[in-house]
């Protein structure tokens, strides 16, 4: 199918939406503008945008669990109190990190 820029871009919103990629959505001008006017392959725009959805979908992911834990803002291993539990080794808990 062979369509115009403009026609491209006025289609794109809609089908970003669709498809549940609102990070390309977001960012996909501002990407686009950039490719073209440094003329990058289709192919690097592509990783480009896909890349970002990713690391936005992994950012959303642990903001999602560390909201369903339950536990207070802040908590983490640099706050946690390992003198008040001493069965827990501090080098085998950042291991695991």
């Known amino acids: 199918m062979t369509r115009t820029k ?3 871009a006025a289609v794109l919103p809609t089908l970003l939406k669709a498809l549940r990629l609102p990070s390309i959505n977001r960012n ?3 990407l686009t503008d950039t490719a073209d006017r ?3 392959p289709a192919a690097n725009l592509l ?3 896909l890349e970002i959805e990713m690391a936005d979908r992994s950012s959303r992911r642990i903001q999602r669990h560390r909201d369903q834990s339950g536990l207070p803002a802040g908590k983490t291993f640099a706050t946690f109190d390992f003198d008040a539990a001493p069965g827990i080794r501090k080098p085998h ?3 695991l990190a």
């Open 28 to 30: 996909w001008k501002r």
């Open 47 to 49: 990783a480009s945008l």
């Open 38 to 40: 440094d003329g990058w």
């Open 6 to 8: 403009d026609q491209a």
């Open 93 to 95: 808990l950042l291991s």
